[in-house]
């Protein structure tokens, strides 16, 4: 099995993958890595007085942990049909199609969503934390994080040997990529940085999930969102302000907008197109500056936000 072989599929919210046949090959993501990690949740099985019993040395005190990772590229309609819904779980909206058939948006963490990665089904995956990484020149890459509740088990890994390569291959050019070159910072950055030359900007969003469950039951019925949180780091060539001990407030919105070469924007029928932003009033908690022998002035600070 080779990664040809591993192609991750993302479905609409709160829906699950059944069979084969139960998800759609529009909606591939352009993964550069995919990685599942399971964990049981044993702890030593010790009593008092007594030695180890071989057949029981561990004791589990919870359900079955799955996390799911990986990395991809943005491209702006990323294939006929599928439109910008590829991307869907990065939103926070929790639109509907036009016939009011599929959810669409993770609804501020509150939503999951169906994961096929090679020939295995995940289901119940809800968005833990995602990141978007802009430097210029280079291709814009974003990571994406999940907690999948409905993991598959007792079962082979598999591959996935009818992935559609000529339904893609002509919307992975080069001028369909975004890449830093095209993007656009917004707003003012000049109240805690020189904003001439900023080369990198990144960008993370977390989101705190609790599951609940019932008395006799191993898995969740209910899951509860009690944080979200954002953080961006930009980078610079100076500082502006060195902040007292309350750091700095922003008093406006800062961002930047992600485009391609032709100006096409990922998510556009969502808020307009799908920017990175932190709102007026988040504060600058972080900065720090440097400088090596013959280079210039290297400085970063780093704003958080609390949404909920």
Do not use: W
């Amino acid at each position: 099995m080779t990664y040809k072989n591993f192609p991750v599929y993302i479905g609409h919210g709160n829906r699950s993958f059944t069979s084969q046949f139960g998800y759609h090959k529009s909606h591939m993501i352009y993964a550069e890595r995919a990685n599942v990690n399971y964990s049981t949740a044993s702890v030593p099985n010790r009593k008092l007085g007594q030695p180890i019993n071989r057949d029981r040395e561990f004791a589990y005190t919870a359900d079955l942990g799955c996390s799911i990772s990986f990395d991809f590229l943005l491209y702006p309609n990323p294939r006929e049909g599928a439109g910008n819904t590829v991307y869907s779980f990065l939103s926070d909206s929790n639109e509907f199609d036009q016939d009011n058939a599929y959810v669409r948006g993770n609804n501020s963490g509150s939503n999951f969503f169906p994961i096929k990665i090679g020939g295995n089904f995940y289901n119940k995956c809800f968005l833990t934390s995602y990141n978007i990484e802009i430097s210029a020149l280079n291709a814009v890459r974003c990571s994406a994080n999940f907690s999948c509740y409905d993991p598959p088990s007792q079962k082979a890994v598999k591959a996935d040997n009818f992935t559609p390569f000529e339904s893609y291959s002509e919307y992975m050019s080069g001028n369909a990529v975004v890449d830093g070159a095209s993007c656009q910072i917004s707003g003012l950055y000049d109240d805690f940085m020189d904003s001439e030359i900023i080369p990198k900007v990144s960008y993370s969003k977390s989101y705190n999930i609790t599951p609940v469950y019932n008395l006799g039951n191993t898995k969740p019925n209910n899951f509860l969102v009690d944080s979200i949180e954002a953080q961006m780091v930009v980078e610079s060539t100076g500082l502006n302000n060195l902040f007292a001990y309350d750091g700095i407030k922003l008093q406006n919105d800062i961002g930047v907008n992600i485009l391609n070469h032709d100006g096409e924007r990922i998510l556009p029928e969502y808020d307009g197109g799908f920017d990175i932003v932190v709102g007026s009033g988040a504060k600058v908690n972080v900065e720090d500056y440097g400088i090596q022998g013959g280079d210039v002035v290297s400085s970063r600070a780093t704003i958080q936000e609390i949404l909920l």
